[in-house]
């Protein structure tokens, strides 16, 4: 299998995240999203401030893979 264009992308909103958030920036192998409507220490790359923020995010992330496949 290879995975050279895989990104992985972890979204999550407490602190049993942050394992997964600080795996992925320290081995810059992929991008850890916190979602919180506070501001808030993390270990993640980004945020997003709610579940309908992620779910945009996943549509922009679907509509260009589609725009990609072209």
């Known amino acids: 299998m290879n995975c050279d264009d895989v990104l992985p992308i972890y979204v999550g909103d407490d602190r049993t995240d942050e394992d997964a958030f600080k795996v ?9 999203i916190i979602v919180s409507s506070v501001p808030k220490e ?10 309908s923020e992620v779910m945009d995010f996943l549509k922009m992330l679907v509509t260009r893979k589609k ?3 072209l």
Not at 24 to 32: H, Q, T, V
Not at 42 to 51: G, K
């Open 24 to 32: 992925l920036k320290e081995g810059n192998r992929g991008f850890g």
């Open 42 to 51: 993390s270990n993640a790359s980004y945020s997003l401030r709610d579940p």
């Open 67 to 69: 725009e990609a496949a």
